[in-house]
């Protein structure tokens, strides 16, 4: 088993261009989840997938970040444009959510974001 | 709504220690909690979980966690720690919607040798 699978691992971009995170989930999980993690705020939970479907968003800081889940293997953290503010460590991570039970989440190793 | 409130920041203790993180829950019904650690640079990993049953639960690397309803508290704990258990940890509670969950703000582990 590959665990989550982020990449990159390290971005570097400046100011106003473009940020996009991968996250490839545990396969067979039904539900995926985007945090961003700073020294000031902590773990946030951003936005959270179930089925492919975004249940929650209530957590992403403004419209300049978008997030998708096209398929059950693949999803995608979009920061356009990306500010300095935005430079943390971005996890994604993966559950399988029965009916009737709930599992753990299991984190990706994160990708580390520094905007200049 | 649900939160978790983890009230020591940081914690230092000697290795060979016992060590107890604390961590009290406001939850409306019967909580789903977990524990989960990060070591520097990497993401998080769960150490032990609570849904139901035995208050007293076993995880992995020698911890172990007592959930007390009357107390609201889950707290951590182990025998005699390690300097590899330097870490951040991270109590949490979960909810039936979607598998969403609650993280505390962590304690951050410091080992002396």
């Known amino acids: 088993d590959a665990g989550v699978i982020q990449s990159p691992r390290h971005e570097v971009t400046e100011m106003g261009q473009e940020v996009t995170l991968r996250c490839k989930p545990i396969?067979?999980?039904?539900?995926l989840f985007w945090y961003r993690q700073t020294m000031m705020r902590g773990l946030e939970l951003l936005i959270y997938?179930?089925?492919?479907?975004?249940?929650?968003d209530s957590g992403m800081p403004e419209d300049r970040f978008s997030a998708k889940m096209p398929n059950a293997s693949f999803s995608t953290l979009k920061i356009q444009p990306s500010e300095p503010r935005d430079s943390a460590v971005y996890f994604c991570?993966?559950?399988?959510?029965?009916?009737?039970?709930?599992?753990?989440?299991?984190f990706g190793p994160g990708t580390r974001l520094t905007v200049l | 709504a649900q939160s978790v409130t983890q009230p020591d920041i940081h914690i230092t203790v000697s290795e060979g220690a016992s060590l107890e993180l604390r961590c009290n829950y406001s939850?409306?019904?019967?909580?789903?909690l977990f524990w989960y650690v990060q070591s520097p640079g990497q993401g998080l990993q769960l150490l032990l979980k609570?849904?139901?049953?035995?208050?007293l639960v076993q995880g992995i690397k020698g911890f172990e966690a007592e959930f007390k309803r009357s107390q609201s508290s889950f707290n951590l704990r182990k025998p005699s720690v390690h300097w590899s258990d330097a870490a951040e940890y991270f109590c949490?509670?979960?909810?039936?919607?979607?598998?969403?969950?609650?993280f505390g703000d962590g304690t951050t582990l410091t080992v002396k040798p």
């Open positions: 991570a993966s559950s399988n959510i029965a009916a009737s039970s709930y599992n753990e989440q299991f």
């Open positions: 396969s067979g999980h039904n539900s």
């Open positions: 997938f179930n089925n492919n479907v975004p249940i929650d």
């Open positions: 939850y409306g019904a019967t909580p789903y």
């Open positions: 609570y849904f139901s049953g035995d208050t």
């Open positions: 949490a509670v979960g909810s039936t919607n979607a598998g969403k969950s609650t």
